[in-house]
C-alpha cells in the first residue's frame, strides 16, 4: 500500500507535526481550535496504530516544559471502526456530539 512507503510516512509525519506540535503554527493559525480525535475499538491495526502513535507524541509533547501544542482529547468509540462515520453514522454522530458537548462544558480530560 502506498500509504505505508517512507515518503509517504515523511510526508504524514511532517504534516501532523506541524498541525499539531509547532509552536508557531499551533499559536498563529487557529490557535483557539482543538481537536477531538477519534477511534474505533474495532478498527484495523493500521488504523489503530496512528492513534497510539499519535497519542505518544503528544503526551511526550506536553511533558516538555517549553512545547507549545494543540490540545487534543482522544475519544474511542467503543464498538465502532474506522469508518464509522459511514458505516454506523448515527453512533458516530453521537460519539461527535458527545465530544463537543464535554469541550464545551470543559470537561475534556487531561489525557
Not at 502506498?2 to 506541524?18: A, E, G
Not at 503526551?59 to 469508518?83: P, Y
Amino acid at each position: 500500500m502506498l500509504v505505508f512507503q517512507p515518503p509517504v510516512q515523511n510526508t504524514l509525519r511532517l504534516l501532523s507535526d506541524r498541525a499539531f506540535f509547532d509552536q508557531i503554527n499551533v499559536t498563529t493559525w487557529f490557535p483557539d481550535v482543538d481537536v477531538l480525535y477519534l477511534g474505533g475499538t474495532r478498527s484495523n491495526w493500521m488504523c489503530a496504530w496512528g492513534e497510539i502513535k499519535t497519542k505518544k507524541r503528544y503526551l511526550q509533547a506536553r511533558s516538555r516544559k517549553d512545547s507549545h501544542v494543540r490540545e487534543i482529547q482522544f475519544f474511542d468509540m467503543d464498538g465502532l471502526n474506522h469508518l464509522a462515520h459511514w458505516d454506523q453514522t448515527q453512533e458516530f454522530l453521537q460519539v461527535v456530539a458527545e465530544g463537543i458537548r464535554l469541550h464545551y462544558l470543559g470537561r475534556w480530560s487531561q489525557t
